[in-house]
């Protein structure tokens, strides 16, 4: 039987406690220029998004994509993946580093599953397009609808249909067979730098201007709603793992920035 590699970055941006799985490798996104509390080169002591092939200057509008980016381009392996240092994939759905997803966790499936993604979120009373549209800015959906049609006309169905869902697997988490993440990222990051060009930053505070990551949130189901329909990927070949956070979610704070979004128009201006 074949023993399939597998590597998933954890993308961080400052030192934080990481799994110990060797499969893991802690990355250090949006590292270039950079710098520390005494002006020097922040380093922290893990691989950079700098390195080899990378849009490591991308990544304050970009977030965790200059990450993928650099998976995508610099690693040699059977599968990639993508967690957070506070977000996590875990079979036992259970906090606690002791229940991060590991490799022995994952053995039994490899070769046998090609896409492994968070289970859903779900929004229930909205959809992913009005949700979106409540809380960030809905050009950035609506233009990139646009160069879907213009360059990657058979995947618009896929698009129109999934923005009126309220469920989707979000976070940009995901594990999968290269050769489908090389298909994605090729994909992606073609649809991204064309949205980049014809984007106006102004104006935007530095929270808003990060969409670039949140629109490719909503479009990696397009991606795989397509590869789906088109029977590159089955159903089956599709398996859903728990997320768990590692730090507490204020559900008071989000829910009223929630609300505030959806009935007064206040768009969010930080995380939770």
């Known amino acids: 039987m074949k023993e399939y590699s597998v590597k998933i970055i954890i993308a961080a941006h400052k030192k934080y406690k990481m799994p110990t799985d060797i499969m893991y490798i802690p990355?250090?996104?949006?590292?270039?220029?950079?710098?520390?509390?005494?002006?020097?080169?922040?380093?922290?002591?893990?691989?950079?998004?700098?390195?080899?092939?990378?849009?490591?200057?991308?990544?304050?509008?970009?977030?965790?994509?200059?990450?993928?980016?650099?998976?995508?381009?610099?690693?040699?392996?059977?599968?990639?993946?993508?967690?957070?240092?506070?977000?996590?994939?875990?079979?036992?759905?259970?906090?606690?580093?002791?229940?991060?997803?590991?490799?022995?966790?994952?053995?039994?499936?490899?070769?046998?599953?090609?896409?492994?993604?968070?289970?859903?979120?779900?929004?229930?009373?909205?959809?992913?397009?009005?949700?979106?549209?409540?809380?960030h800015y809905s050009v950035h959906l609506d233009e990139t609808r646009k160069i879907i049609l213009e360059k990657y006309p058979a995947y618009l169905n896929s698009y129109d249909e999934v923005i009126k869902h309220n469920y989707g697997y979000m976070f940009n988490m995901m594990i999968m067979e290269y050769s489908l993440l090389d298909d994605y990222c090729s994909w992606l990051f073609d649809i991204l730098f064309e949205l980049e060009k014809r984007m106006n930053m102004q104006g935007l505070s530095a929270f808003q201007g990060r969409f670039y990551g949140r629109v490719s949130e909503i479009i990696f189901n397009v991606w795989l709603d397509e590869k789906i329909k088109s029977a590159i990927i089955k159903t089956d070949e599709v398996k859903e793992i728990p997320c768990i956070h590692m730090e507490k979610i204020n559900w008071w704070k989000k829910g009223t920035a929630f609300l505030k979004a959806k009935f007064f128009g206040k768009k969010y201006e930080g995380s939770f």
């Open 27 to 135: 990355l250090q996104v949006g590292a270039e220029g950079k710098k520390n509390d005494n002006g020097n080169v922040l380093d922290l002591g893990y691989v950079k998004d700098n390195t080899g092939d990378n849009i490591s200057s991308l990544n304050s509008s970009f977030c965790e994509l200059t990450g993928l980016y650099w998976a995508w381009r610099n690693l040699n392996t059977d599968y990639i993946g993508l967690a957070h240092y506070r977000r996590h994939f875990s079979m036992k759905n259970k906090k606690g580093f002791e229940n991060v997803l590991s490799y022995e966790d994952l053995k039994p499936y490899l070769g046998r599953i090609k896409v492994f993604v968070p289970s859903k979120r779900k929004y229930y009373i909205e959809s992913l397009y009005s949700h979106y549209a409540h809380t």
